[in-house]
């Protein structure tokens, strides 16, 4: 235990640092034990919480900042990058888009407590024209509250988060097999599920060329519906010629606009 805690005494910000930068970039790493950890360390007073709520935004905002440059500089096709390499590609993006809809700028405040989400709201951000001294300073506070709240429930529960500690210190070894092997099998199920999601894709698919020679065809047995947000809209205002454009989230109740005598093509980038 006094060695485990003596190392994260002397890494402990810059561990806290590598994994906030990795969460933020995407990848699989939980930045928030580590918050805690700190927390705990922070209410003991071994370490410092404004020098940790301070790596904490000095590893997220230049991470974030990137993102949102990409964003505003290639716009949808960034979010169809991250798509690609989310674990869950089926909402990965619609669910940002929604909350930027009904919360506007006011997202980055919330975004970080969200998995996944935390790395598409920046680019997305520049995506809708967030102007950047803006977006600093809303991304900047949502690092904040993110931290501050992780790292304040540390400091607040040290004592259990210890016996934990002390705990994990005498399993030893052990403990990282654990974690390691949870982790590894929260990846694979998630890639397991992103296969089957795009084997049903690719089953009920139609090529871009395909659909053009049918249209240039005046095919009246197809119906093409434009499924894209507003958001998505607004950042690239093409359409498919005669697409009728329903939002996926108003299908349901927009489901009497869609004809049911024609094959339905629905497309959302």
Known sequence: MDATIGSLLTYGYAVLFVCVLAEQVGLPIPAVPVLLGVGALAGSGRMSMLMALGVAVAASLPVDLAWYELGRRRGSRVLGVLCRVSLEPDSCVRRTENLFMRHGRRTLLIAKFLPGLSTVAPPLAGVVGIARGQFILLDSAGALIWSGAWLGLGFLFKDAIELVAVEAARLGKWILVVIGAALACYVVAKYIQRQRFLRSLRVARITPEELKRRLDERDG?????????????????????????????????????????????????
């Open 221 to 269: 047995s197809l119906a093409v519906i434009d499924t894209r947000s507003s958001l998505d809209v607004n950042a690239a205002p093409y359409v498919i010629p005669g697409a009728r454009w329903i939002a996926a989230e108003e299908i349901d109740r927009r489901r009497q606009e869609i004809p049911t005598d024609r094959e339905i093509v629905l497309y959302c980038s």
